[in-house]
Structure formats: structure tokens, C-alpha cells
């Protein structure tokens, strides 16, 4: 093997090579590969491999602190541009619950929807750990009151964990873009978008509790309001 071909062989490296490098989890790294945020190649054996040369490119620049997410541009604002645009472009029909919704309703939902993101945003800039979970929390209340309103209002728990991940899937997208935009290094984008995802974990568990608590109620007045059967005798 000439020096040439060694140093091309050499340059591709595995994902636990590569992960180790950057200092983040296989997960994560897998996660961004499939994604399109990283280079890689799949080996017919249907490992990935990356370049060394690529991921040693990634990795961070000294810095004390990552700059704030309304100083990178991300407002609620901009995630609510993002939810539109996923909006009209999903062509996925209306659950019935959502149909029958009242513009009140919708109203309150998109109110705590962005009362939400706000809270989320707040999380992820504290430079207080205290001021982070506080956030959380009340991140995480709000959510619980989604999840007993879209059960109130006739919605499976299918229904509505599809309709949370609606929410999600927008907002962690609209961070890693930012991320990818303004240049923040790997270490910065990584503790980023694990942190927005943890919290949204939270928030989904969150949501989940809520609409059990609510769908509890409506299950009783269900079977409250079921005609008794009649006995067996008289049948």
C-alpha cells in the first residue's frame, strides 16, 4: 500500500471514532448523519464511515459561552412562521376533536402554544440553573394542560402525542438550522439541540400525564351514560 493510499484509508474513520473526536454520542452523531449535517458514507456491510479531516473540522472553537438564542435570531415569532409553513404545506386531515373546536379554542391553544416556545427559549438561553427548571416547570404544566384539554375535547392519546410532535418536530428543526446558519461550532449545536430535545421529552411525558387525567373523567361519564344492560332473566 503506497502513502497515498494509507493516509485515503486511514482518513475514514467509524462512528465511534468519529463521536469520540467530537466529544458527543454515538446517537447523536448517527442522528446528524442521517440528517444531511454531516458527511458520511454507508461500507456495503452497512457501516457509516466519516472523514477524519471533516469531523476534526467541526470541532469547536474556544468560547466561554454560546451567544443566547434571541442574539442568533430565534424568537417566538420565527418558530411561528416555522409551524405555519409546516401547516400549509402538511396535507395530513383534521382530526375530528380539532374540527370541532371553537375559535375560543383555538385561540387559548395557539396563545399557550407560543406561551410555550416562549418558556422553552427562556430554558435553553438560563445561564441560571435554578431559572432553567423553574421555566421547565412551568413549560411542563402548560403541556399537562394540552394533554387534559385535546382528552376533554374527545382526542386519543395517539392523536394527541401526534399532534405534540407536530409542535416539536418544527421547533428542534428551526434550532438546528439556526445552529447550522450562524455558525455555531459542534459542541455548542450539540449541547443545543440535546438540551431542546431532553425538554420537549419532558414536556411529552408531561402532556401524556394530562390527557390520562383528563381521558379518566370521560371515560366515567361514558360508562355512566351507557344503558344498563338488562338482566339475564329477562332476556
Known sequence: MTRVDHERTTDWISLGEASTLLGIARGTLRRWADGGRVPVFTTPGGHRRFSRTAIVALLPASRPHRPTLLRLGVSPERIARAYHSRRVGSRAPATPWAVAMSEADRIAFRERGRRLVTLL?????????????DRLREAERLAADYGREVAALGSSMTEAVQGFLRFRSPFVDELATIARKRGLDTREATALLTDAENAMDRLLVAMMTGHSLGAGPRRLRARHDRPARPPESSR
Open 121 to 133: 427559549l427562556d430554558h435553553l438561553d438560563a445561564d441560571d440553573a435554578a431559572l432553567a427548571a
